[in-house]
């Protein structure tokens, strides 16, 4: 069964570095995601991306963080200079062009920032 | 903003028994979904739901929108050690430029744990 694949599965980064995390949607999906959720807290919206550029993101999404999809199949996650907050797993999800909004998660990258 | 409010919290429950878990909207729900999260791993899609009074079952899990799409509950019958995890409810958020590339927004999910 197709599925959403993250790498690395762990990160461990120093405070102030950049960091690059990796997802590979499902292939004949169209709609990309990424979420975090820190440690006992909820999963939380980031910022979705369609037709390569940005569709929707929250106010969690600033300037520290941007998307992008360099080739026909990663989706990337950049975080330019890593806060200790920044700490979290980080999930990709993907879905098809269809009316519901299912979408579908990958394992996730958990970063330790150090 | 919309909030879900997930209860309980966490619930141990005997092997074969069954269990509720509810999930309560501060607005009327558009899209409901329930994932299962496995700890320390990615949500895996369970059901959808989207009609006031909308019922769907799998296996041995059923889900049920109310008629005022204001609260959803999941119900297993018969529980088995392989229904542990974290249950999770997500909404779609309210539309705000009409696209369709909308984020969820997920309660903070209920730790269900199967005693043998």
């Known amino acids: 069964e197709p599925e959403v694949t993250q790498t690395p599965s762990h990160q461990v980064t120093q405070m102030g570095q950049e960091v690059i995390l990796r997802c590979v949607p499902i292939?004949?999906?169209?709609?990309f995601y990424w979420y975090r959720q820190i440690l006992g807290q909820k999963v939380e919206f980031l910022v979705s991306f369609y037709n390569n550029e940005i569709s929707e993101k929250s106010e969690i999404f600033d300037d520290q963080f941007s998307v992008e999809r360099p080739d026909g199949s990663n989706f990337t996650l950049k975080i330019r200079s890593t806060k200790l907050e920044d700490s979290a797993m980080y999930f990709c999800a993907s879905r098809p062009w269809v009316a519901k909004n299912i979408q579908y998660f990958g394992a996730g990258t958990r970063l330790s920032v150090l | 903003s919309q909030e879900l409010e997930q209860s309980p919290q966490s619930l141990i429950v005997q092997e074969g028994k069954n269990l509720t878990i509810n999930c309560t909207s501060s607005k009327t729900l558009y899209g409901l979904y329930w994932y299962k999260q496995k700890y320390g791993e990615g949500l895996i899609f369970l059901m959808m739901?989207?009609?006031?009074?909308e019922e769907k079952s799998h296996e041995k899990i059923t889900a049920k929108l109310d008629e005022k799409k204001q609260q959803s509950s999941l119900h297993i019958t018969a529980s088995q050690p392989s229904h542990a995890g974290i249950y999770l409810c997500g909404a779609d958020v309210l539309r705000t430029s009409g696209g369709g590339a909308d984020g969820l927004t997920f309660g903070k999910g209920t730790h269900l744990i199967i005693q043998p």
């Open positions: 292939s004949n999906h169209l709609y």
């Open positions: 739901l989207q009609k006031g009074g």
